[in-house]
Each structure stands twice: as structure tokens, then as C-alpha cells.
């Protein structure tokens, strides 16, 4: 019954390889987002997908895009990894104000 | 760049204390919200003030905020262990939904 699920919850791999990161929520909400929590604990917001509306933070890659097969799944795939993609991604969703965060994928780019 | 600075970065307090955290912000907003995150965990979201109302109570968390000095605190009385976390502040500026966290504080909790 969790309410914002994230697969995988570690994810260790090569730099210059593809990888994918998923996130379902089952609370019925139309927004979702993913964010970046670097070694320091800043968390910065990497898009927001409402609707088929995605805005996207102006300082993301363009190796990293999301991908929205349905309301409740909104998936983060990365290309060509590198060093300092190494961090932990949150998915969150929300219907109103108020965000629900997933538990976390720690991605550790060797 | 980070819209919130939260003072102090680090809190050590024993239990049955009070522990007091502030957040800064830049730009105005239409809430702050305060988010609790666990060690290994994902954010979980704690208590919501509107820009127009000056302070708001939820258990034993009391949040303060002052629009005219771009700041609010969080209060969290009685503290247990349980409470040793990270807290950030968030702030809701804009029409996307999106939210601009702060740097956060990481409050330990002494038994």
C-alpha cells in the first residue's frame, strides 16, 4: 500500500552507461516530480510532469529525461552517466499543495 | 539557487528540550511548508503556513512565519529521539506546484 514506490533502491553502475529509475504513485495525484539530493543534502527539483506539462529545471542535462507512460508512472532515464550524477533521486507526487516523496534511489556512478 | 537557508545546519539537543530551527527565503511566496526526512528515507511532509497567516500549531510542532522579514521558524517541543532527523523548510512561490527546498537542519535528539 506504499503510496509513491521508486525502483530500484540502489543503483551502482559505470560511467557512460544508460540507466533507468521508475516511480509509480497509487495516491491518484496529477503531479509528479523528480529531485536531486547531492552528498550535502540539497535538494534540487529536476522536473514536474502535470498533465502532459513538463517543466523542466534549466540546469538539468539534457541526458536526463523523464518519461510518463501513464498519470501514475513517471520514470527518470539517464544517458551516458557520469561521475557527478552520482546522488540520491526522489520521486514525489501531489495533488494540491503538499508533496508525498518516494523513498529514494541511491545511484553511485563508478 | 537555494530560495531558503535554514539556520543552524546542525542542532544537538537532549531529550524533553525544545529545538528551535529557522528558514531564510528570498523571493515572496504563497506557503512555506516544513519537511521531516529520516536517514535513508524519503521527505515527509510535516505542517503548511500561508503566506498570510503568521503561525500555526500541529501537535508538538509550532511553525512561525514573517512575510516582512522573509523568515520562519520551527518549533519542536518535548523532543523525543524519534525526532532526530533532517528538517527542511520549502517554499511555494510560483503556479507549477514546485517547490524550492531549503539546505536544512539536522537535528539529533540525545536520549
Known amino acids: 500500500d506504499t503510496a509513491v514506490s521508486q525502483t530500484p533502491k540502489y543503483l551502482v553502475t559505470q560511467m557512460g552507461n544508460d540507466k533507468s529509475i521508475k516511480c509509480e504513485q497509487n495516491?491518484?495525484?496529477?503531479?509528479m516530480y523528480w529531485y536531486k539530493q547531492d552528498s550535502k543534502k540539497f535538494l534540487k527539483i529536476m522536473f514536474s510532469y502535470n498533465n502532459k506539462e513538463l517543466i523542466i529545471n534549466e540546469t538539468v542535462p539534457n541526458r536526463f529525461s523523464p518519461k510518463s507512460p501513464d498519470k501514475a508512472h513517471l520514470n527518470l532515464h539517464i544517458n551516458s552517466l557520469e561521475l557527478g550524477d552520482s546522488a540520491v533521486y526522489f520521486c514525489a507526487s501531489s495533488t494540491q499543495e503538499t508533496q508525498y516523496f518516494g523513498p529514494g534511489t541511491r545511484l553511485l556512478v563508478l | 539557487s537555494q530560495q531558503g537557508e535554514e539556520d543552524p545546519q546542525a542542532l544537538s539537543i537532549q531529550e524533553g528540550e525544545n529545538a528551535t530551527m529557522n528558514c531564510s527565503y528570498k523571493t515572496s511566496i504563497n506557503n512555506l511548508q516544513w519537511y521531516r526526512q529520516n536517514s535513508g528515507r524519503g521527505l515527509v511532509h510535516l505542517i503548511l503556513?500561508?503566506?498570510?497567516?503568521r503561525e500555526k500549531h500541529s501537535g508538538r510542532l509550532r511553525v512561525t512565519l514573517d512575510t516582512s522579514k522573509k523568515s520562519s521558524s520551527l518549533l519542536i517541543t518535548a523532543s523525543r529521539a524519534a525526532d532526530t532527523a533532517s528538517y527542511f523548510c520549502?517554499?511555494?512561490?510560483?503556479?507549477?506546484?514546485?517547490?524550492?527546498f531549503g539546505s536544512g537542519t539536522q537535528l539529533t535528539v540525545l536520549p
Open positions: 520549502a517554499t511555494d512561490a510560483g503556479s507549477a506546484r514546485q517547490l524550492t
Open positions: 503556513i500561508r503566506s498570510n497567516e
Open positions: 495516491l491518484g495525484h496529477d503531479t
